[in-house]
């Protein structure tokens, strides 16, 4: 399933994640957690509560997620982002995407998902992706590649979204399912 990820656009690679990629993931987890980071607080309380919080995202993932597969996203040779996939064998799932601040906005997030779409094409199986509802621009982009609204959020704060393979998809064409579907030549 996995086939393809190891050289992608833009000089980006995706490997397993190994003992040694710890601070560097620790580093990325600190980027993400801005709005911690800004509490009026002691700082060694603040740097506890950072810690607390990755703990228990780790066990979080752990638990809900037992065949989860974590990878660094590298550029170049350097880390510059993560990725959590859930694959247990019927469906992959996107659990965690992120890029440290240097690396955001170039369109590394959307060159991973088109690996990860043609990956799946070639598997047959679908990608599920969670988007929280302050980020309409990876929404949008989404829907624009056939990926559909399976959980809209009720009172939280994501929505689920999954891309189904289809004929065009096994062509190596995962965009083409989206027009085929919003043109009316048939339907995922």
Not at 81 to 94: I, S
Request: charged letters at 20%; aromatic letters at 8%; proline letters at 5%.
């Amino acid at each position: 399933m996995l086939q393809g990820l190891a050289n992608l656009p833009n000089g980006l690679s995706i490997r397993p994640a190994r003992p040694g990629d710890k601070a560097f993931l620790e580093k990325l987890h600190r980027d993400q957690r801005e709005d911690l980071k800004m509490v009026d607080a002691d700082r060694a309380y603040i740097e506890e509560l950072l810690d607390m919080q990755l703990r228990a995202q780790t066990l979080g993932y752990g638990g809900a997620f037992p065949e989860a597969l974590y990878f660094v996203i590298e550029k170049t040779g350097d880390a510059v982002g993560k990725l959590t996939l859930d694959w247990g064998g019927t469906e992959a799932r996107v659990v965690d995407l992120a890029f440290v601040k240097k690396a955001r906005g170039k369109g590394f997030g959307q060159s991973v998902l088109m690996a990860l779409i043609a990956a799946c094409g070639s598997s047959k199986c679908p990608l599920a992706v969670s988007v929280a509802l302050n980020n309409p621009a990876l929404y949008q982009w989404l829907l624009a590649q056939g990926f559909t609204v399976t959980q809209a959020p009720e009172s939280g704060s994501h929505h689920m979204l999954v891309w189904y393979p289809g004929r065009d998809a096994m062509a190596g064409q995962p965009g083409a399912l989206a027009q085929a579907s919003s043109s009316g030549e048939g339907s995922v």
